[in-house]
């Protein structure tokens, strides 16, 4: 059944036709119009055997060449016949004859339960204009005022349709040569003939580009004085009530026209499920939505305000639309097999299907099975599981996501977890993994009652959704849940609060609930309302303020305001307000066409004001806290902060060097700069200068990654473990970004630090910066404070080397910065280093500024708040990484190699069988020859590997076994 959303009680179906039969059917009707009355002469025939059933409701049969109509035969060259009078005099919904025209859709003739091909004649006032099933409509003058009408229509049909009047203006488009659309308005509508022309031409060559060609030579669009509207083979009959409504041009019209193919050339075989009603519903009213994600949406909350384990039916049982129950299984979740179907083949397969299916199965009755082949055929894909569980079976599934993980694993975020059903359906949903950048988009297989999944993503990841575009039939989590009027609707047994002293004004609702207990005021208890949905009748009602603080704000006509009940997950609380009794009268009976909204006014002149309120879309878990950042101005998020420093010439991003937290805060702001647009660098405290050829050579990809650890002597010179820089480095490998190493020689650092910078040779001196500025007295102190707390010895002269050595450190930084932005002014850069070369600006960023006078910003990772110590201080949740392995040895390092100077107990080593004493020679057939050697290989190591040692002159050959172990201190 069609349904248009409209302020009037209007129901739209079609008539399902069937298979080609062997049945003629003739027909020849006339009309005493005064008396309302219809004279008809019937022949039935058939070219062999059929047993039929007439049914002739009303009618009063005159004669009968057989005695028992509700079941008979018609043998070949026997034809039957009948002739009968009807008298539609009174305003009936489904029959009428009077002077203002013929409406005839019920039993108006004697109706028989098999399609036939039938000749149909009438015999109407001259001045009436007729339309029924056809392709071509002859007329012909018989006597002064009256006419014969025949209807040619090739094809076998279930029922007849006839509609003539004199009200009727006829307008035509011609299409093409063999198709034409007509409008048959009242006088009043004749002005929307254009539009509507316009508009079906529209909806025609749609569904012709995605389908096939329109099954018909004629389709005409017909104004209808009762308040119903029905789509038949070449015409569909809307209601005058509604015709001039926006929403009926904009989707009920094109639902009307796909008709045409799917219910009325391709006709459903009923005993084995209507698919028609929900593919057409999917394919118009959904596919010309304003939010077809919202409109999805309420496909679900509908079922599941309606739809009950005990009263739900599976797809293959549904017939047509008895009420509002039914349409949410077989409009609503067959609308969504269909999206699902879509989603699963793609949008070229699914099209390419749905015209097969429509060109093998013209004229034929068709079901589930035959749209099942059509797209097995097409796809190529095994489509019997889909069909079985989506068609056969009932229900809908209920899924959570449990036990979300997250850790940082060679370089990538690593996130695993579960999504349990309470079911056993396979099916796929959309997955969004939501970066500070942006989002990751994935496709999950649900299996069964536990899926365990694992994606590895470039980005941190903070937050992890479940189809949130609503792709899949599923039940909503309680934060999707939008209040909706269908809950209330939907639910027989509410609580239901009303003050004795309204009752009167609400007693057209009250009826609704007259075998239920109504609760006063005085009788509200919390126990009542947990787990339930509540109706509360009038603004002034004192329970209002016991649950929700304060009245609701009073309004004009009948209003509905549906909020969450916030004694329950998936309830309702309804506030239902009218100011007058006759507002409730006008008002509530139109409600259902409202379910889907939160708010709903209906004043006078049945005008209504509608608001859908907002819920979370799609299932989220929130693996991790979004950084807190301060500011001098307050708090701050990531976005923003990124569209604050963009522009900035130097950004400096402060570590602490062992904290993955910090370096994924560091990574996804270069990714958001670069992906901004901005043209950076990275410089890095991380590595010396002298060894910049080879982080050039990395970048360009003309080195591995092994050998670029190998020549900068990364583990040598830095020692951190390198998986926490490697998805900076990756990305800017990926993208060629360069990355220019910063700092001084770690040789000279040092032995500033023992001896001064007097200690140094000649050839030492000049690879210092040219300026040094020693004059900033508050640098002084902090670092006279760190110095300290780690030197046991406090004597002036080894304090003042060592403030040397950590200016050299930090003006060597500054300046290789300089000289790189001075060559290259088009870039920006980013610094990453240590806080404690940040802090307050005295390390390297004041340092830099006197050098190049840029402006600059610096961002700190977990430091305490102080003045002026940075521009945005990042607070970050900790954050697991799996760090490069250790086989658990202490070595010595000697001529021959690494020996093994002890075992730790338990470890890897112990239990592959290494002993004191024994050298390293190889790592999983790579030649060990130093620690760094060693270390670069436990970078990457597999489950399972082989160590070679030497022990006692022999080799051995070892296998090495890790375990996944996680970085869980910070």
């Not at 039935?44 to 007439?54: G, L, N």
């Not at 039914?326 to 989603?343: C, D, N, P």
């Not at 299996?447 to 590895?456: A, D, R």
């Not at 404690?836 to 830099?848: F, T």
């Given at each position: 059944m069609i349904k248009l959303k409209s302020f009037f009680?209007?129901?739209?179906?079609?008539?399902?036709?069937?298979?080609?039969?062997?049945?003629?059917?003739?027909?020849?009707?006339?009309?005493?119009?005064?008396?309302?009355?219809?004279?008809?002469?019937?022949?039935?025939?058939?070219?062999?055997?059929?047993?039929?059933?007439?049914?002739?409701?009303?009618?009063?049969?005159?004669?009968?060449?057989?005695?028992?109509?509700?079941?008979?035969?018609?043998?070949?060259?026997?034809?039957?016949?009948?002739?009968?009078?009807?008298?539609?005099?009174?305003?009936?919904q489904y029959n009428m004859v009077s002077k203002h025209g013929i409406y005839l859709t019920g039993v108006w003739y004697p109706k028989i339960d098999r399609p036939a091909l039938y000749s149909f004649k009438a015999q109407i006032p001259e001045d009436f204009i007729p339309v029924g099933e056809a392709e071509e409509i002859a007329e012909e003058k018989v006597d002064e005022g009256i006419k014969n009408v025949r209807f040619i229509f090739p094809h076998p049909l279930e029922h007849l349709h006839f509609i003539a009047t004199d009200k009727f203006r006829v307008k035509s488009k011609k299409i093409r040569d063999d198709l034409t659309v007509y409008t048959y308005f009242f006088e009043m509508d004749h002005r929307f003939s254009d539009i509507y022309l316009e508009k079906a031409e529209g909806y025609i060559r749609y569904y012709e580009e995605k389908i096939g060609r329109f099954p018909y030579k004629r389709f005409s669009i017909v104004e209808n004085v009762l308040p119903t509207g029905y789509s038949m083979p070449t015409f569909t009959l809307i209601g005058m009530q509604i015709i001039r409504y926006p929403f009926v041009l904009k989707s009920s019209l094109g639902h009307e026209i796909l008709h045409q193919w799917f219910g009325c050339s391709v006709y459903v075989k009923d005993e084995e499920g209507n698919w028609a009603e929900g593919l057409t519903t999917y394919l118009s009213d959904h596919e010309f939505s304003d939010d077809k994600k919202l409109y999805r949406k309420r496909l679900i909350s509908k079922f599941m305000a309606y739809v009950t384990d005990d009263n739900d039916f599976p797809?293959?049982?549904?017939?047509?639309?008895?009420?509002?129950?039914?349409?949410?299984?077989?409009?609503?979740?067959?609308?969504?097999?269909?999206?699902?179907?879509?989603?699963?083949?793609?949008?070229?397969?699914?099209?390419?299907s749905i015209s097969d299916f429509y060109m093998k199965n013209r004229f034929k009755r068709a079901s589930w099975d035959d749209l099942k082949r059509s797209f097995e055929n097409q796809s190529g894909q095994d489509l019997g599981l889909f069909f079985h569980q989506w068609i056969e079976k009932k229900g809908i599934p209920d899924i959570s996501i449990e036990k979300i993980s997250v850790k940082v694993d060679d370089g990538r975020f690593k996130i695993s977890g579960e999504i349990k059903q309470s079911r056993d359906f396979v099916f796929k949903v959309p997955v969004k993994i939501l970066t500070y950048t942006g989002y990751i988009q994935k496709t999950l297989e649900i299996?069964?009652?536990?899926?365990?999944?694992?994606?590895?993503v470039d980005d941190e990841p903070l937050s992890i959704v479940i189809d949130d575009s609503y792709d899949t039939f599923r039940k909503l989590s309680p934060e999707e849940m939008i209040p909706m009027i269908y809950f209330l609707l939907g639910d027989k047994s509410p609580v239901v609060f009303v003050d004795p002293e309204t009752e009167e004004k609400y007693r057209p609702v009250l009826d609704f609930y007259k075998e239920k207990k109504l609760y006063s005021p005085e009788e509200f208890r919390y126990s009542l309302i947990k787990d339930r949905n509540v109706v509360i009748f009038d603004s002034k009602n004192p329970v209002i303020k016991k649950i929700l603080g304060k009245p609701s704000l009073e309004k004009e006509g009948l209003s509905i305001t549906s909020v969450k009940n916030p004694f329950s997950e998936n309830r309702f609380i309804f506030v239902i307000h009218a100011d007058t009794r006759e507002s409730v009268e006008r008002g509530y009976s139109r409600l259902k066409h409202y379910g889907g909204y939160s708010f709903v006014k209906i004043g006078k002149h049945f005008r209504a004001e509608k608001e859908v309120y907002k819920a979370q879309d799609g299932i989220l878990y929130r693996i991790r806290t979004p950084a807190k950042i301060i500011t001098e101005n307050g708090i701050t998020d990531m976005k923003s902060m990124i569209d604050q420093i963009k522009d900035k010439k130097v950004i400096f991003i402060g570590e602490k060097h062992t904290s993955f937290s910090h370096h994924a805060v560091q990574y996804s702001i270069i990714k958001a700069l670069y992906e901004n647009g901005s043209d950076i660098a990275i410089g890095m405290e991380m590595f010396q200068r002298p060894f910049q050829r080879y982080l050039d050579m990395y970048i360009k990809g003309d080195i591995s990654e092994k050998e670029f650890l190998k020549k900068t002597e990364y583990f040598k010179r830095w020692k951190y473990d390198y998986n926490l820089y490697k998805p900076i480095l990756r990305f800017a490998r990926k993208h060629k970004i360069p990355v220019i190493a910063l700092?001084?020689?770690?040789?000279?650092?040092?032995?500033?630090?023992?001896?001064?910078?007097?200690?140094?040779?000649?050839?030492?001196?000049?690879?210092?910066?040219?300026?040094?500025?020693?004059?900033?007295?508050?640098?002084?102190?902090?670092?006279?404070?760190?110095f300290q707390m780690h030197k046991e010895r406090k004597k002036e002269k080894e304090f003042i080397n060592f403030y040397?050595?950590?200016?050299?450190?930090?003006?060597?930084?500054?300046?290789?910065?300089?000289?790189?932005?001075?060559?290259?002014?088009?870039?920006?850069?980013?610094?990453?280093?240590?806080?404690?070369?940040?802090?307050?600006?005295?390390?390297?960023?004041?340092?830099?500024?006197?050098?190049?006078?840029?402006?600059?910003?610096?961002?700190?990772?977990?430091?305490?708040?102080?003045?002026?110590?940075?521009?945005?201080?990042?607070?970050?949740?900790?954050?697991?990484?799996?760090?490069?392995?250790?086989?658990?040895?202490?070595i010595d390092i000697t001529d021959k190699g690494l020996k093994v100077d002890d075992v730790v107990k338990g470890s890897p080593a112990e239990k592959?069988?290494?002993?004191?004493?024994?050298?390293?020679?190889?790592?999983?057939?790579?030649?060990?020859?130093?620690?760094?050697?060693?270390?670069?290989?436990?970078?990457?190591?597999?489950?399972?590997?082989?160590?070679?040692?030497?022990?006692?002159?022999?080799?051995?050959?070892?296998?090495?076994?890790?375990?996944?172990?996680?970085?869980?201190?910070?």
């Open positions: 009680s209007i129901i739209f179906m079609f008539v399902p036709l069937i298979s080609y039969g062997q049945i003629y059917y003739s027909l020849d009707i006339k009309f005493d119009i005064p008396e309302g009355k219809i004279y008809g002469e019937v022949e039935i025939k058939s070219d062999r055997e059929v047993s039929v059933s007439i049914d002739t409701g009303d009618l009063e049969i005159t004669y009968s060449d057989i005695r028992y109509l509700t079941y008979t035969k018609i043998e070949p060259d026997k034809p039957v016949r009948i002739k009968y009078t009807g008298t539609f005099k009174g305003f009936d797809l293959k049982d549904f017939v047509y639309k008895k009420d509002e129950l039914s349409e949410a299984i077989g409009y609503g979740k067959t609308a969504m097999v269909f999206h699902m179907l879509r989603k699963e083949v793609g949008d070229e397969k699914f099209f390419r299996q069964g009652k536990k899926t365990v999944f694992s994606y590895t700092n001084m020689e770690a040789e000279i650092i040092d032995k500033v630090s023992e001896k001064g910078i007097d200690g140094l040779t000649p050839e030492e001196k000049r690879k210092l910066p040219e300026s040094m500025d020693f004059t900033n007295e508050e640098y002084r102190s902090y670092l006279k404070i760190i040397q050595s950590q200016l050299i450190w930090d003006e060597t930084m500054a300046e290789t910065a300089a000289e790189y932005l001075r060559k290259n002014p088009e870039r920006k850069m980013v610094i990453l280093a240590g806080n404690g070369h940040l802090r307050y600006g005295y390390g390297i960023p004041d340092r830099l500024y006197r050098r190049i006078n840029e402006p600059y910003v610096i961002i700190l990772n977990d430091e305490d708040i102080d003045k002026d110590i940075a521009d945005y201080v990042v607070y970050t949740q900790f954050l697991a990484g799996v760090k490069a392995k250790k086989i658990g040895v202490y592959a069988g290494i002993k004191k004493g024994d050298i390293i020679v190889e790592f999983n057939g790579k030649k060990i020859r130093t620690l760094e050697d060693l270390r670069i290989e436990l970078v990457y190591p597999e489950k399972e590997n082989e160590i070679v040692v030497l022990r006692d002159g022999k080799r051995l050959k070892l296998k090495i076994v890790f375990e996944e172990e996680l970085n869980h201190h910070q």
